[in-house]
């Protein structure tokens, strides 16, 4: 079954303990992307990659890193969280071109800082 | 900077009545369009697109939009919701840049409430 696959679903952690949220998807697709959802703001971009060793900024990259080592996986790091990052957080695939760039979510990751 | 605007917040509509939710963008070239639902407690889901063609596309469950490349809009409408509609609507666009996709820009959402 095709599907993007986040750990954990929830978290609740303290200011400053480094966390990491995984993401991985099995249909071999280039692009993947992590969002967050606030309410009233909808859905913003964190990064994005295009493809493996390939990752850019997106709207709201502060506070975060990723890295692309394997085309399947694509992790949201967070080195020292802040409550500002307590949020729902969406990771996204697709294939990178034409007419077969619809993307794919992940089912999310609530997330808590206190 | 590329925007996407959704007009209303917060629709409540009773079962069978028509729903019509606007969705506007600002960027002036080849454009991909989506909406995606979310219902309570879930990911999003892809509900329908516009990619060329047609510009009346029609998607699961009975919703349509209507992509207006003069008006920048892209419109979703359903002629009769039901309770099981109730759920947040997100308008997306992407740029095409011939082929290649870019970045997927969400509107804010509305929040759809059906009063059975």
């Known amino acids: 079954e095709a599907q993007v696959t986040q750990n954990p679903r929830y978290l609740i952690t303290v200011t400053g303990k480094k966390l990491t949220v995984t993401c991985s998807q099995n249909?071999?697709?280039?692009?993947m992307s992590w969002y967050r959802q606030d309410p009233g703001l909808g859905l913003r971009q964190i990064y994005y990659s295009m493809n493996v060793e390939v990752t850019d900024k997106g709207d709201v990259p502060e506070g975060y890193k990723v890295s692309r080592k394997e085309k399947r996986n694509f992790p949201l790091i967070l080195e020292s969280p802040s409550p500002n990052q307590t949020s729902l957080y969406f990771c996204?695939?697709?294939?990178?071109?034409?007419?077969?760039?619809?993307?794919?979510f992940g089912a999310g990751t609530r997330l808590s800082v206190l | 900077a590329q925007s996407v605007s959704q007009h209303n917040h917060h629709v409540i509509l009773s079962e069978a009545a028509s729903l019509e939710l606007g969705c506007n963008y600002s960027?002036?070239?080849?454009?991909?369009l989506f909406w995606y639902v979310q219902y309570p407690g879930q990911h999003l889901q892809l509900l329908l697109k516009?990619?060329?063609?047609?510009?009346l596309v029609k998607g699961i469950k009975g919703f349509e939009a209507e992509f207006i490349k003069s008006k920048f809009s892209f419109n979703l409408r359903k002629p009769s919701v039901q309770w099981s509609d109730t759920a947040e609507y997100f308008c997306?666009?992407?740029?095409?840049?011939?082929?290649?996709?870019?970045?997927?820009?969400f509107g804010k959402g509305t929040k759809l409430s059906v009063k059975p």
């Open positions: 960027y002036g070239g080849t454009v991909n």
């Open positions: 516009y990619f060329s063609g047609d510009p």
């Open positions: 249909m071999n697709h280039e692009y």
């Open positions: 997306a666009v992407n740029r095409n840049y011939g082929g290649s996709q870019g970045n997927l820009i």
């Open positions: 996204a695939s697709s294939w990178s071109g034409g007419n077969k760039n619809i993307q794919y």
